[in-house]
């Protein structure tokens, strides 16, 4: 049966942006790693889902579809309407990769993990020791004093 669009309407205002299930499968590991955080910080560009502000380290937590993974077969695309979803897909991953350099321009490292890498536990391992080993960053290190333009 085909969906309406009302009906479509009401899946697409169901997903979330924020705490969604992969993201909180992250929190909730890197927080039992004994890894403290802030939550979508808004100053930061593409308001990162988890922000370690001492370390200068963004992490974004990306679904494979709506990020188009690659070589993930979560991210394949419809087969219907392929226009609307490839202006959809496409411009989210163009977004990210601005997103990405703005915030490397500030002088922050930003990470991706991806929705599949939340069910391998050791994916979820090399990333909190990954966080673990980045350096502190002296001086300034709050997210607000980081964010500001000159």
């Known amino acids: 049966m085909k969906e309406t669009p009302e009906q479509r309407s009401r899946t697409m205002r169901a997903v979330r942006s924020v705490n969604t299930g992969p993201e ?16 979508h910080d808004r100053r930061l560009p593409g308001k990162p889902d988890v922000v ?36 959809k897909l496409d411009g989210n ?19 991706t993990f991806w929705e599949c890498q939340t069910r391998d536990p050791a994916m979820l ?5 990954l966080i673990r080993n980045s350096p502190v960053v002296s001086g ?11």
């Open 93 to 111: 991953v163009a977004r990210d990769e601005r997103r990405q350099t703005e915030l490397e321009a500030r002088g922050w490292k930003a990470l």
């Open 24 to 39: 909180m499968i992250v929190r909730r590991y890197l927080h039992a790693a004994g890894l403290r955080y802030r939550l």
């Open 52 to 87: 370690f502000p001492s370390r200068r380290l963004a992490l974004f937590v990306h679904g494979c579809f709506w990020h188009q993974h690659p070589y993930c077969r979560a991210a394949t695309r419809p087969a219907s309407n392929t226009d609307y979803w490839s202006r």
């Open 125 to 129: 391992n090399q990333l909190s020791l």
């Open 140 to 150: 300034r290190s709050s997210s607000a004093a980081s964010s500001r333009q000159p």
